[in-house]
């Protein structure tokens, strides 16, 4: 397993070892402990550049992730999962709002990256409740809760 995380912004600390430890724990738990991925940590200007860009959306955004495992050369390494970008901004501002550590949002946003890279989609229809269990499961696994 290989995971490269870039801190990109110096608003706010990250802890990348952190971050790259607890990124290994989320692959494992989801059985994908032979997958890469790419963490890049960026401002809110940066995110929404690239939300606008790729996504035609011109606003800050939490996570955006990339797979490569679509499209005509997904196939070529199914190992290599892809890219998620997340604004350290705006993860500040969301654990704020719910009432969670940095380290919680971030841990969650990955979570919510990687489930995108696997092929999950909130926002297809029916798709948004499966998504937010399989998020809520991985995350107490991740932080060893149990799930009542």
Do not use: C, W
């Amino acid at each position: 397993m290989r995971i490269l995380a870039t801190n990109k912004q110096t608003v706010i600390d990250v802890d990348l070892p952190r971050i790259k430890h607890s990124s290994d724990k989320i692959l494992r738990i989801l059985e994908n402990e032979d997958s890469e991925i790419s963490l890049t940590f960026v401002d809110d200007a940066g995110i929404t550049e690239i939300n606008r860009q790729y996504l035609g959306r011109d606003y800050p955004t939490n996570v955006i992730a990339f797979s490569m495992n679509e499209g005509e050369f997904g196939d070529v390494n199914p190992n290599i999962l892809g890219d998620i970008i997340i604004s350290t901004e705006t993860a500040l501002r969301d654990a704020e709002a719910g009432g969670l550590s940095l380290e919680d949002e971030l841990d969650y946003l990955i979570i919510h990256g990687v489930l995108h890279l696997l092929g999950y989609d909130h926002e297809l229809p029916g798709e948004a409740k499966k998504m937010r269990e399989k998020e809520k499961e991985i995350f107490f696994a991740l932080k060893k809760y149990h799930i009542e």
